[in-house]
């Protein structure tokens, strides 16, 4: 059995529930372990979505705990602490607060234990098919299959009908001929140092955009509005998606998924905009290194 662990932003929860799908298509046994504990981590909205989730019980927990894995996954355990691999101590925090919080099992950090806490690339690598998984947070090559995509793109159709202040957007969305979406990934980014894109690029695409599309409208979505505000004011035929905070950040993506066109910031909520994209003949922009920045 695989425990998949869906966590943080919406990004990062879309990546590991994919990866969870295409194992399934694999015959291979998973169940999701998830917390909607905001304390714990950001808002859980994978079930704001047409997903299919097999919730792991506290029986299924306890088995995952007493397995003894094949001798062969001590040797990645051995290579993730040798090597201080970040990732594998973040998604062994990730799982062990889950089981903790959820079903209050408290499993000790045996090397058994430890050994299971694995990367969806050695799940590829070296078939491995028992473990936690946590860390595919992007689209890979093994995902572009078109029926699977077609797939995916139905689990994330919306669940409920949007409200009146959404529906209101959407309905503006589709009245206009080509539709751009706009998305300004920012917040923690800047506290944390990872590169943003530049208002450089995001001005450069919606000109050429405005030239070379007829009957354009944007439609800004940013987790800083008031950068995008301050920033892209003078444009024109422009509309700033200020109607959801951080939490409702699922229904930004509905909206944005909507937009023909697309201009994307470097995250991994774009790169699933941009996989999930239903529209045909789109034209998008993703931001290279060079149209990134670390601002002070």
């Not at 355990?77 to 691999?85: A, D, K, P």
């Not at 944390?192 to 690029?201: A, C, D, R, S």
């Not at 354009?216 to 940013?222: A, D, G, N």
Request: aromatic share 14%; proline share 4%; charged share 25%.
């Amino acid at each position: 059995m695989m425990l998949i662990c869906p966590h943080s932003g919406l990004g990062n929860q879309i990546g590991n529930y994919v990866f969870a799908q295409f194992l399934i298509d694999k015959e291979i046994e998973v169940k999701f372990l998830v917390t909607e504990d905001e304390n714990l981590d950001r808002t859980f909205v994978l079930n704001k979505f047409n997903t299919n989730m097999k919730l792991a019980s506290i029986e299924d927990i306890k088995i995952f705990i007493a397995q003894n894995p094949p001798f062969s996954y001590y040797k990645h355990l051995f290579n993730n602490v040798l090597f201080n691999n970040k990732a594998y101590f973040n998604s062994l925090y990730k799982v062990l607060a889950r089981i903790r919080k959820e079903y209050e099992l408290y499993p000790s950090k045996s090397p058994s234990f430890l050994s299971k806490i694995i990367s969806y690339k050695d799940v590829l690598k070296y078939g491995l098919n028992q473990g936690a998984v946590c860390d595919c947070y992007s689209p890979i090559p093994e995902f572009n299959n078109e029926n699977f995509k077609e797939k995916m793109r139905q689990h994330f159709s919306l669940k409920e009908p949007l409200d009146e202040k959404n529906s209101a957007v959407l309905q503006k969305i589709k009245a206009v001929k080509n539709s751009v979406g706009v998305h300004i990934r920012r917040g923690d980014y800047i506290n944390l140092k990872i590169p943003v894109v530049k208002k450089e690029f995001i001005l450069e695409k919606v000109n050429y955009m405005a030239q070379n599309l007829d009957g354009t409208r944007f439609f800004i979505f940013s987790d800083d509005i008031n950068w995008a505000k301050k920033h892209l004011k003078t444009l024109d035929n422009i509309e700033f998606a200020d109607i959801n905070d951080e939490t409702h950040g699922w229904l930004d993506f509905a909206l944005m998924n909507e937009c023909k066109h697309r201009i994307y910031s470097a995250s991994s909520f774009s790169k699933w905009l941009q996989y999930l994209n239903p529209h045909c003949n789109s034209l998008e922009f993703f931001p290279k290194k060079t149209d990134l920045t670390i601002e002070n």
